[in-house]
């Protein structure tokens, strides 16, 4: 489901905050960390999920990566 979210958050289809189970201010957390370890220019994701001290799920960031990253 999370690929898809990806996808369609990506094309600017969905509002990552309307479909994904975080609050604003989580998103904003990851969103900076995503920032500060650089996810965006490697785009891999172990860094920012072991950054968030892996407690969230990879599909999850991904869609916050598509979001912030496109």
């Not at 990506?10 to 500060?36: M, R």
């Not at 965006?40 to 960031?61: F, I, Q, V």
């Amino acid at each position: 489901v999370y690929g898809h979210f990806a996808e369609a958050i990506e094309a600017g289809l969905l509002d990552p905050l309307e479909v994904l189970p975080i609050e604003k201010s989580e998103y904003a957390f990851i969103a900076q960390t995503l920032e500060l370890v650089n996810s965006c220019e490697e785009g891999r994701l172990k860094t920012l999920y072991e950054a968030l001290d892996e407690a969230y799920e990879y599909g999850l960031l991904k869609c916050i990566l598509a979001a912030e990253c496109h």
